[in-house]
C-alpha cells in the first residue's frame, strides 16, 4: 500500500469516528490547534493589507477558515486533502461560495500562500528514509504551488523519549530550516517556542 492511500485511510477513519472535531483530525484538542494555526499563519501579511489567496494544503475539515476568519477580512481560500471524507466533511461546514474544496491535486493551480499543518507526522509503518522522501516531495509541490511563500510543521526530534510514538515522524529543525534555506529561500524562520512537541517552518520568497 502506497503512503498516500495509508495516509487517507488513516485520517478517513479518524474523521468518521470523531466528527468534523480537532480529534477527527488527530489532534488533542482545539486550544492547541489553533496554537497550531497561529504560528503557521505568521507568513501572512499583516490584516492591512490587500486580499490574499491561500491554499490549506492537507485542510482536513476545514478548521483553518475560522482562524483566518476571526484575523482577516478578505482572502480566497482554497482547501485541498487526500481523503475524500475529510472534504464532504469540510463542504456541509464552510458553504460560502469564497471556499472551495478538493481532492484532486490536479485541479490545484497557484496560491499567494501555502500553509500545511500535520501532514508529515503521521508516518505510521512506512519507513524512515521512504517518509522523508515523500516529505521532500510534498515540499517541492508547496514551494510550485505558492508565489509568496509557504510553512508547515513537524514534530520535534527534541520530543521527551518517553512520549514519542513509532507510528510518528520526529524531524530535526536545524535540518529542515537548514534544507530549506538551500533550496527554497533566503528568508527562513524557524519557531521553535510555542510550548508543543514541534516545530514550525515559514518560507518567505
Known sequence: MDI????????TQKILTHGSTSQGVDWNGRESQFLRFEQLCKLLPPIADNPFSILDFGCGYGALIEYLKSKYISFSYTGYDISE????????????????????????????????SGIFNVKLDTDILEWEKYIFETLEKLNELSSKGFSFNILTSYSDKV?????????DPCF????????????IALLHDYNLYEFTIIVRK
Open 163 to 171: 512520549f514519542m510514538k513509532d507510528y510518528l515522524y520526529y524531524a
Open 85 to 116: 471524507e475529510m472534504i464532504n466533511q469540510a463542504k456541509k461546514i464552510f458553504t460560502d461560495s469564497h471556499f472551495t474544496f478538493t481532492s484532486s491535486e490536479k485541479s490545484l493551480s497557484n496560491y499567494d500562500y501555502v500553509i500545511a
Open 4 to 11: 498516500y492511500k495509508k495516509v487517507s485511510e488513516y485520517y
Open 176 to 187: 529542515f530550516f537548514d534544507y530549506c534555506k538551500k533550496n527554497f529561500s533566503k528568508n
